[in-house]
């Protein structure tokens, strides 16, 4: 190091190095055995850092304190980022996404010189987690997705051919990562904006033909149902994926999608347009579906008794960004009830507990009756407080004791993510990665 600065400062004084900065700020260094204390201006000394390697520079920080909080500036590994990995700015726009307090409010940003350590260490896959309403998208190797893309506006027209549609669709994601496709694994997750009169297996033909058409060197494609039930730590069990247009219960063993899955066509985007017509009656205008769905997300829960839930005060307050404080009141057990009372939202429909307790008696005559005793959430609507409580109840009062005794019903902690961290599970394991393969499904 101090041969590197005496360099250095050669250059400076014979000009070689222009000074971009007439700052006062200096940093004190050694240039000799003996100890001979020099000052550098402070972007000199940050050119020099730049001449170093990533681990040489992380070195100089155990110098004193002062050249630790020079070298733990964010600027610095971003110019690292840009220069001394192959896929140069590329990665500095993902990894820029991928710190956003977006991500994940409640966590801190971590600074750029860990996340490029942790680059080093494993270049990891793109998870794509498409559902009909929103997309996911992370790498492997971190806490919670970095984007998020509204599939239904992504995905096209439905009057293009479908393979055109999942072409745009995945070149798009891609292009938002700013990630060349030919340098990237993938696991991606069925449905991708799966409409009425498309089979998944044409969708899964249309995906993979696209991975291929981008030279994509290794894929996956696992259904979201099991992914969401990885999510749990658990390979059998009742998946309830309340999406965003229907909710999907799905019987589950060993990992193997079994006889007896249901879908009723009611999501979270039903229960979000009905708390919006419930304000508009008590004329508080919500200007978007988005403000009408964080609202939900916040204040709304589901009750365990619903009819006594009127006679209580339930009125509270939620600010939404710049729109300012919204007040709900009965529209908070109200809009969860939709679940349980599709005909609310205008929906003619089986209500939630009803289109579980239907595919729990098409497992009643499986040898083993434990696994489908297990209920597992999933979806953002999922989180809602009490929807556990209130199906488990529901499902004792329905179903004969022998189906019911032993029933439990289990709430994803990762809500709309559970598919997303499902795939982030089987994309960190050591026997998963090599056995990648181009074709085929988990």
């Known amino acids: 190091m101090s041969k590197l600065v005496k360099r250095v400062r050669d250059w400076v ?6 000074i971009g900065s007439t700052s006062d700020q200096t940093v004190v260094c050694s240039s000799s055995a003996a100890g001979e204390v020099h000052r550098l201006p402070l972007d000199v000394f940050m050119l020099i850092l730049h001449l170093l390697q990533p681990k040489d520079a992380a070195r100089v920080s155990a110098v004193c304190k002062s050249w630790k909080l020079i070298v733990f500036q964010d600027a610095l590994w971003m110019y690292y980022l840009k220069n001394n990995h192959p896929h140069g700015l590329s990665d500095l726009f993902a990894e820029t996404k991928l710190r956003s307090r977006r991500a994940n409010p409640h966590r801190q940003m971590l600074p750029f010189m860990h996340i490029f350590g942790q680059r080093q260490q494993s270049p990891g896959a793109i998870i794509i987690d498409a559902g009909v309403g929103y997309c996911k998208i992370g790498w492997s190797k971190y806490d919670s997705p970095s984007l998020r893309l509204a599939t239904f506006v992504e995905f096209g027209d ?15 994601i891609f292009n938002s990562m700013h990630v060349n496709p030919s ?8 449905p991708i904006g799966l409409h009425s009169g498309v089979e998944a297996s044409e969708m ?16 996956c494609l696992v259904k979201q149902p099991t992914l969401a039930l990885f999510a749990s730590r658990r390979t059998s069990g009742i998946l309830v994926n309340i999406g965003f247009r229907e909710t999907q219960v799905v019987p589950i063993v060993n990992t193997y999608t079994r006889y007896g899955a249901i879908t009723t066509k009611v999501g979270g985007l039903h229960l979000t347009r ?7 009656v008590r004329n508080v205008e919500v200007p978007s579906l988005y403000t009408a769905r964080t609202l939900k997300e916040n204040l709304c829960y589901v009750a365990l008794d619903y009819w006594a839930e009127f006679h209580k005060d339930t009125e509270a307050s939620y600010k939404v960004g710049s729109e300012g404080l919204y007040t709900l009141k009965q529209e908070r057990f109200r809009t969860g009830e939709v679940l349980f009372k599709p005909q609310l939202a205008g929906r003619n429909v089986k209500g939630l507990h009803q289109a579980v307790a239907r595919c729990i008696d098409h497992c009643k005559y499986s040898t083993d009756r434990s696994w489908y005793k297990t209920i597992i959430l999933a979806g953002g609507t999922a989180k809602l407080p009490g929807l556990a409580e209130r199906l ?9 004791p022998s189906l019911s005794r032993g029933i439990r019903v289990i709430p994803s902690p990762y809500g709309a993510d559970a598919a997303w961290h499902g ?11 090599k056995s990648w393969c181009l074709s085929g499904e988990v």
């Not at 004084?13 to 222009?18: D, E, K, L, T």
């Not at 009905?274 to 304000?279: A, V």
């Open 13 to 18: 004084s014979n000009g070689w190095i222009p």
């Open 158 to 172: 439905d009057e293009f051919p479908l393979d055109d549609r999942v072409h745009h669709f995945i070149e798009t």
């Open 183 to 190: 340098k990237q694994p993938v696991i991606l997750t069925t």
């Open 204 to 219: 899964e033909l249309a995906v993979f033909g696209s991975l291929v058409s981008l030279r994509v060197p290794t894929a």
């Open 274 to 280: 009905y708390l919006r017509r419930q304000l508009r």
């Open 392 to 400: 488990e109840m529901e499902l004792r009062d329905l179903l004969p």
């Open 423 to 433: 795939a982030k599970m089987i994309g960190n394991l050591s026997s998963f990665r």
